[in-house]
C-alpha cells in the first residue's frame, strides 16, 4: 500500500442529524490493514490508566515494536507511576532497548536496537 493510496479513495460522507457532514472513520478504516507484513516495526500510541495494563504494553515492545506511552492518568498516583516506571526501565534493560520521557506525561519506550536521541532538535538537523 504507498502512500498515494492512503489520500486517493474519498470516503463516502454522512449528514448527522444536525445536519452537518461527518465520515464515518471505522467505515473508512475497514479494508486497510495496520500491519501489512512489510514494515518491521510499528509505533503505536497508549494510554495506561492501571498498572495492570502494563502487560500488554510491555508484550508490544517485546515484539519489537515502539510505544508511545501516555500516563497522565496515573500521574497522581505516585506508587503506581512509580511501579510502572520502574517495570518499564527493566524490560528495557533486559531487551537492551532505551525510555526516555517526552513532556510531563509521555513516555517513549524503544525496543531492542533503537536508541532515543534525548537532545531536541533546534532550527536545523543534528
Not at 498515494?4 to 478504516?29: C, H, N, R, W
Not at 518499564?88 to 520521557?101: P, Q, R, S
Amino acid at each position: 500500500m504507498g502512500l498515494k493510496s492512503l489520500f486517493s479513495a474519498k470516503p463516502a460522507q454522512k449528514v448527522a442529524a444536525d445536519g452537518k457532514d461527518y465520515i464515518d472513520l471505522e467505515e473508512a478504516a475497514s479494508g486497510s490493514e495496520m500491519f501489512d507484513g512489510t514494515s518491521r516495526m510499528m509505533v503505536r500510541v497508549a494510554e495506561i490508566h492501571k498498572y495492570e495494563d502494563l502487560r500488554d504494553y510491555a508484550n508490544y515492545v517485546y515484539q519489537g515494536n515502539l510505544l508511545l506511552l501516555d500516563f497522565s492518568s496515573i500521574a497522581n498516583d505516585d506508587i503506581v507511576l512509580r511501579r510502572v516506571t520502574g517495570d518499564l526501565k527493566k524490560l528495557v534493560g533486559d531487551i537492551n532497548g532505551d525510555i526516555a520521557g517526552l513532556g510531563k506525561s509521555m513516555l517513549i519506550v524503544a525496543p531492542t536496537g533503537v536508541r532515543v536521541d534525548r537532545h531536541k532538535a533546534r532550527g536545523g538537523a543534528r
